[in-house]
Nanobody, 127 residues
């Protein structure tokens, strides 16, 4: 399995950005997907996850209402639409493919419930 994240960049606070993660190697629609991020000097943290066809979504409190996770199974791609970006959103963003399914946030926030990871894409938000 390969996950290729893209779409990062340098934006100003209040701007929007959409990240993409293209997957290959196994039937994409069968697997739940997540986004994590890691800011400099900090541990990687959960951002959002999407289960099933997209009917079930989960978000960290810090991004809820601003970020939207979605998927296009025909394109084997998961997206993270990020609106109203803040300085504290600056991080490397990683997409990941879950190894199972539990339909509860406590499952998707745990890194060890994902068995494949993308290489990360840098998002920098400036004032």
């Amino acid at each position: 399995v390969q996950l290729q994240a893209s779409g990062g960049g340098l934006v100003q606070a209040g701007d929007s950005l959409r990240l993409s993660c293209a997957a290959s190697g196994r039937t994409f629609s069968n697997y739940d997907m997540g986004w994590f991020r890691q800011a400099a000097g900090k541990e990687r943290e959960f951002v959002a996850a999407l289960a099933l066809s997209g009917a079930n979504t989960y978000y960290s409190n810090s991004v809820k209402g601003r970020f939207t996770i979605s998927r296009d199974n025909a394109k084997n791609t998961v997206y993270l639409q990020m609106n109203n970006l803040k300085l504290e959103d600056t991080a490397v963003y990683y997409c990941a493919q879950a190894r199972g399914r539990a339909l509860r946030q406590t499952y998707y926030v745990r890194e060890n419930n994902y068995d494949y990871w993308g290489q990360g894409t840098q998002v920098t938000v400036s004032s």
